[in-house]
C-alpha cells in the first residue's frame, strides 16, 4: 500500500501544478438597477403595508446566474455572478417601487418593528436565461400575495409568467432582460394590488 501512494503522489503534484499555472479568470458581478417610479397624486389608501421577504428554490437564493441547459435541466454560469441573491434583489425592488408610488400610508420591511394592515408575501420560481434553438432570451416566473392582519387569510394574489427575448448574447444582455422582465412583473402585480384596494376601499 505504501508503495502505491509513493507512486501516486508526484502524478498528484503535477496535476495540482497544473491547475494553478493557469490563466486566472476574473469575477464579473451584475446587479438590477432601480427604475423611475412617477409619484402618485390622489390621496394614499389608508393602509400599511409589510414586505415580507420573497420565497425562492435554492439555486435563487444565491449568487449564481441560473440558465436553463434542457427541460429538465438547470447550470450556472462559473464566473458571472450576481450582486445579491436574486430572491434578495426582487424583495428590495417590490418594496422600493410600492413605497416610491405614494398610494399607501407607510410601506415597510417585515423585519422592521413597524405593525401593519396587510403582509405582502411573494415567491420567486424561475429568474433564469432560457435559450431556444439559438435565440436567447429569459424567464421570470413570479407570484405576490396579499394577507389581511386582522383575518389571517389572503385576501389578494396574483400570478406572473413570461419569457422575455434578450437584445444579444452576452451575459449583460442577458441581465438586462432579466431586468426589464422583472419590471413588467412588478407593474403587472402592483397594478393589481392597486385595483383591489381600489375596489374594497371604496368610501373609507
Known amino acids: 500500500m505504501r508503495r502505491m501512494l509513493v507512486g501516486i503522489f508526484p502524478t498528484l503534484v503535477v496535476a495540482l501544478g497544473a491547475c494553478g499555472s493557469g490563466p486566472m ?4 458581478f451584475y446587479t438590477l438597477a432601480l427604475p423611475s417610479v412617477a409619484q402618485a397624486s390622489a390621496t394614499p389608501y389608508p393602509v400599511t403595508l409589510l414586505v415580507s ?16 441547459a434542457g427541460a429538465n435541466e438547470l447550470d450556472t454560469y462559473p464566473y458571472h455572478r450576481w450582486a445579491a441573491p436574486p430572491a434578495e434583489m426582487v424583495g428590495a425592488r417590490l418594496l422600493w417601487v410600492l413605497r416610491a ?12 418593528s413597524a405593525r401593519g ?16 434553438d439559438g435565440a436567447v432570451g429569459v424567464r421570470v416566473v413570479l407570484e405576490v400575495e396579499l394577507d389581511s392582519q386582522a383575518t389571517g387569510q389572503a385576501v389578494w394574489s396574483q400570478f406572473y409568467a413570461r419569457d422575455e427575448p434578450a437584445k444579444g448574447h452576452d451575459i449583460a444582455d442577458v441581465v ?7 419590471q413588467e412583473g412588478l407593474e403587472a402585480v402592483t397594478a393589481g394590488m392597486d385595483a383591489y384596494f381600489a375596489q374594497n376601499l371604496k368610501g373609507k
Open 101 to 112: 408610488s405614494g398610494k399607501y400610508r407607510s410601506v415597510t420591511d417585515m423585519g422592521s
Open 117 to 132: 394592515d396587510y403582509i405582502v408575501r411573494g415567491r420567486l420560481e424561475s429568474f433564469e436565461e432560457v435559450d431556444n
Open 53 to 68: 421577504h420573497i420565497q425562492a428554490p435554492p439555486m435563487l437564493r444565491g449568487d449564481l446566474i441560473v440558465y436553463r
Open 176 to 182: 438586462a432582460a432579466l431586468d426589464r422582465d422583472l
Open 25 to 28: 479568470h476574473p469575477m464579473h
